[in-house]
């Protein structure tokens, strides 16, 4: 009776231990595949609300399927919003990139963790401390910031 009472707690500590593992991997894992594209993507060009010089800090934010980055604002060219930007100050964009499990794109049920992929657009993601004018749109209706791929501003 004793042995039998250890086995299964020994089975029941190691499946235990094999779900553990893959819930941390499924979270921790991100795969950078920003140069494919999966789907077909359809935007609208528009004009910019703000054009600004920012810097790359390197921290990037995954929620659902979205993919945002934080970029220290080093000028201010133009701002056509009523958003108090400061130069020195980080906020937070919109990316035009995609999250997907990859369970979802592997064929593999069981494959732990994320991909983040390309929407189709020329855009790439700042590296940390890399510097570069972009171009913002603002989501009225969130208060949320996108930075614009080239190819979609209207000049």
Not at 8 to 34: C, F, P
Not at 74 to 95: D, Q, R, W, Y
Not at 119 to 127: D, F, H, P
Request: proline content about 1%; glycine content about 8%.
């Amino acid at each position: 009776m004793k042995r039998r009472l250890k086995i299964v707690v020994a089975l029941s500590l190691i499946v235990s231990g094999i779900i553990g593992v893959y819930l941390i991997l499924n979270q921790y894992i991100v795969l950078d595949r920003t140069s494919q594209e999966l789907g077909n993507y359809d935007f609208v060009s528009s004009q910019a609300d703000v054009e600004v010089l920012v810097e790359g800090t390197g921290k990037q934010n995954i929620l659902g399927d979205r993919v945002s980055t934080k970029i220290k604002i080093v000028n201010i060219l133009f701002n056509n919003t009523s958003s108090n930007l400061v130069e020195g100050n980080e906020i937070e964009a919109n990316e035009y990139l995609v999250v997907h499990h990859n369970r979802q794109v592997s064929g593999l049920q069981w494959t732990p963790g994320r991909s983040i992929f390309s929407m189709g657009t020329s855009y790439k993601r700042l590296k940390k401390g890399e510097q570069k004018t972009i171009h913002l749109k603002l989501n009225k209706e969130t208060n949320q910031f996108w930075i614009m791929p080239e190819e979609l501003i209207i000049k």
